[in-house]
C-alpha cells in the first residue's frame, strides 16, 4: 500500500484536496444535509472561542515544527507538525459544523471597518486556508510514504516551508478575524 501511494503522491493530493475542498464549499454553501447533525447551541455558542484557542495552539505547534527540523530533530518536528495537522482537522470539523447549522457568521462593527479590514483579512485568511489544503496534503503524503531519510531529496523540505509559511499566515489571521468579529464588536 505505501509503495503504491509513493507513487502517486501528487494525484492522492489531488483527491483529498478536492475532497476536502468540496466539503469545505459544500458546507458554506448551505449544500450539505444538515437534518442529521446534533444542534447544540452550548457548542455551536462555544465554536469560535474554540477554534481561536485550536489556531494559536496550531500557530505554537507549526512554530515548534519548524524550530525542531532546524535543529535537526525530525522526530520532534514530525510530532508537532501532526500535532498542527490534527489542530487543523479539529478546527475544520467545528468550522463545518457550526457553519452548516447556522451559516457564515455577520460582521457586526461598522461599514468602514467591515469594507477596508474585515473583508480583506476574511479574504487572505480564506485563500491562505485554500491554497494550504493541497500543499499540507502534499508534504504529509511525502512523509508518510518515504523514510525521513528520504525527505530531503524530495520537495517535502521546499513545498513544507512554504506550507508552514502560509499556514501560520492564516491561523493568525483566523485569530485576528475572531477578534474583530466577537471581541472588538
Known sequence: MQLEARAHVPAL????SVVSLALVFGA????LPTESLPRSEPLLALVPHLNAVISAAAIVAILSGWRWIRRGDVTRHRA?????????VAFL???LYRVSIEGATDFPGPEGVY???YLPLLA???T?????????YYVLLLAATRPWRELGATRHPTVG????????VSFSLGIVVYLLLYVVY
Open 13 to 16: 493530493t489531488g483527491v483529498l
Open 28 to 31: 458554506v454553501g448551505g449544500v
Open 80 to 88: 508537532a507538525m501532526l500535532a498542527a495537522f490534527g489542530l487543523f
Open 93 to 95: 470539523v467545528l468550522y
Open 115 to 117: 469594507t477596508y479590514v
Open 124 to 126: 487572505v485568511h480564506v
Open 128 to 136: 491562505l486556508a485554500i491554497v494550504c489544503i493541497p500543499l499540507l
Open 161 to 168: 516551508r512554504v506550507a508552514a509559511g502560509l499556514w501560520l
